[in-house]
């Protein structure tokens, strides 16, 4: 059964550092990993798309890179700003469903 | 396009009252997903249709909750009868195809009494 942990659970920083959140997956066999992100109160927005045959996806101050083989995925955002606070999560594909991590708070403090 | 559109927002509700959802999906998209977001168990998959047609409903918890998509613009999500625990926030999720991004819907708050 496929089990997606992300570490830290929450992480407050100041404005400007660039930073990495971390996702790992028990099982390999998948076909995408997506992170989002999650305002409070409000739905998820998609962020990058990874499917398996890539190894990293960028848009703007985000990247994210995908290591099957070793059941990891890591969004580093670069220059980190206030706006950026959310909850970020990953997910990854298998069989034609989605198993989400339990997020990462994340705080950028002005 | 205007994205996910679910209603409704937010619903309050009586334990044992019967709870019905709606999604509206991306204009175009083929699959169409139905998630719970609890602070205990973070967000799990319910349902997901393909061209119309239930894939897999392995996620729903009980017999009480039940989805129909009668056409591709509208799917719903019915709790019959509702309890306490299935207080949560529903998400809605359009995608091109089964194994495309996911545009999620803003959610319906629903808390049972």
């Known amino acids: 059964k496929q089990e997606v942990t992300q570490i830290p659970a929450a992480l407050s920083v100041p404005e400007g550092e660039n930073l990495v959140l971390n996702c790992s997956f028990t099982?390999?066999?998948?076909?995408?990993l997506q992170w989002f992100r999650q305002d409070p109160g409000k739905g998820l927005t998609s962020l990058l798309l990874?499917?398996?045959?890539?190894r990293e996806q960028t848009s703007g101050r985000l990247n994210a890179s995908l290591d099957k083989s070793s059941g990891r995925s890591t969004l580093y955002i670069a220059a980190s700003q206030p706006g950026d606070s959310a909850t970020y999560l990953c997910a990854v594909e298998g069989t034609y469903k989605y198993i989400f991590g339990t997020g990462t708070r994340l705080k950028v403090l002005a | 396009d205007a994205g996910v559109i679910q209603s409704p927002r937010h619903e309050v509700t009586e334990m044992g009252q019967e709870v019905t959802l709606r999604c509206k999906p991306i204009s175009g998209h083929n699959s169409l997903f139905w998630y719970r977001q609890t602070m205990m168990r973070g967000l799990e998959l319910l349902i997901y249709?393909?061209?119309?047609?239930?894939?897999?409903d392995s996620g729903m918890p009980e017999d009480r909750f039940s989805a129909k998509m009668p056409n591709a613009s509208f799917s719903t999500l019915k709790i019959q009868p509702s309890e306490p625990r299935d207080s949560a926030v529903y998400f809605c999720a359009s995608s091109l195809n089964q194994r495309y991004e996911q545009f999620f819907g803003p959610g319906t708050r629903l808390t049972v009494l």
């Open positions: 990874i499917q398996s045959s890539q």
């Open positions: 099982d390999s066999a998948i076909y995408n």
């Open positions: 249709f393909n061209n119309n047609v239930p894939i897999d």
